[in-house]
């Protein structure tokens, strides 16, 4: 199943082209080392889920440069999240206002502040996350995509209902099969951005 083979992609961290895991603090803009030696992070792994941190990684994906020193016009257009954090996603992507409570500031002053990140982003919840506190920003309007999903073998099904069938001489019963071959990887770093209170 994707959804699993994603989960586990993103929660093991696997290493990317410029030799350090795809989230990480020492991202290299000029994986060449001839023109800069400058780094770039997009591993902030001190940021809960609210909207002022949420504005903090759209700031951090927007200042992402290569080594050209332009930046890449980037930021955050999907949020994924388990299930613990998908009502903080979802309020944070389409309330027109929030409370302070609601992301656990109880000493802020009382009332309602207007969300300037409604309708910026979509939110996906992936159930097999196993880390309740840790949510991904991704940019996916790009023709490249930060994550990478390839069909090696299409699905075949496998339908065992011939009466000839053992299942269905022996149990009467019909049985249906299925088998597909895929590999699932990571690409440019600076699509993505993994945050969280802890890992």
């Not at 699993?4 to 060449?32: R, V």
């Not at 902030?44 to 700031?59: D, E, M």
């Not at 299930?83 to 656990?104: D, H, M, R, W």
Request: net charge neutral.
């Amino acid at each position: 199943q994707h959804d699993y083979q994603i989960a586990a992609l993103l929660e093991t961290n696997p290493t990317c082209f410029d030799g350090s895991s795809f989230f990480s603090t020492t991202h290299k803009q000029d994986t060449s080392g001839q023109i800069t030696t400058a780094t770039y992070s997009n591993d902030l792994v001190n940021l809960a889920l609210n909207p002022s941190n949420f504005g903090q990684v759209k700031t951090a994906m927007r200042n992402f440069v290569g080594r050209d020193k332009k930046p890449f016009g980037v930021y955050p257009t999907l949020v994924v999240v388990p299930t613990n954090l998908e009502e903080a996603a979802t309020v944070i992507a389409k309330n027109e206002y929030f409370s302070p409570a609601q992301f656990g500031n109880q000493t802020q002053q009382v009332g309602m502040t207007q969300n300037i990140y409604r309708g910026t982003f979509e939110v996906l919840v992936i159930p097999e996350l196993t880390l309740p506190k840790v949510w991904y920003a991704f940019y996916t309007l790009g023709a490249i995509k930060a994550l990478l999903k390839q069909l090696r073998e299409p699905i075949n099904f496998v339908p065992l209902v011939n009466p000839n069938d053992p299942n269905v001489f022996w149990q009467r019963e019909y049985v249906w099969g299925a088998d597909m071959r895929s590999a699932y990887d990571v690409t440019v770093p600076w699509y993505a951005v993994r945050c969280g209170a802890s890992l």
